[in-house]
């Protein structure tokens, strides 16, 4: 299994990215879908997750109105749109799979199966 994140890099206060995120080597129908980040000296948190259908989509709240997750089954492919960034979003962001998923809105790090390398995004004041 392979998820390979893309999209990051240097924008400024205000600007918008859209990361993505392929998966290979796996049914990606099959998985919840979710987007973590860590900043320096911060624990790994919780971003948007999105249920096999698309149905379901949950945010933390630092990021609600601002970050949609979305997903393409046909290509293997999960996004995240960020508009209206700010400094405290720079981070490393991740994207990760998961095969069973309740639909709680609590979904720790260690519930997911795999994971990918992560990008980069800075955001500059």
């Known amino acids: 299994v392979q998820l390979q994140a893309s999209g990051g890099g240097l924008v400024q206060a205000g600007g918008s990215l859209r990361l993505s995120c392929a998966a290979s080597?796996?049914?990606?129908?099959?998985?919840?879908m979710a987007w973590f980040r860590q900043a320096p000296g911060k624990d790994r948190e919780f971003v948007a997750i999105?249920?096999?259908?698309?149905?379901?989509?949950y945010y933390a709240d630092s990021v609600k109105g601002r970050f949609t997750i979305s997903r393409d089954n046909a290509k293997n492919t999960v996004y995240l749109q960020m508009i209206s960034l700010k400094p405290e979003d720079t981070a490393v962001y991740y994207c990760?799979?998961?095969?069973?998923?309740?639909?709680?809105?609590?979904?720790?790090?260690?519930?997911?199966?795999?994971w990918g390398q992560g990008t980069q995004v800075t955001v500059s004041s």
């Open positions: 999105i249920n096999r259908s698309s149905a379901i989509t």
């Open positions: 080597g796996m049914t990606f129908s099959s998985y919840a």
């Open positions: 990760a799979a998961r095969r069973t998923w309740s639909g709680s809105r609590v979904t720790p790090a260690y519930e997911y199966d795999y």
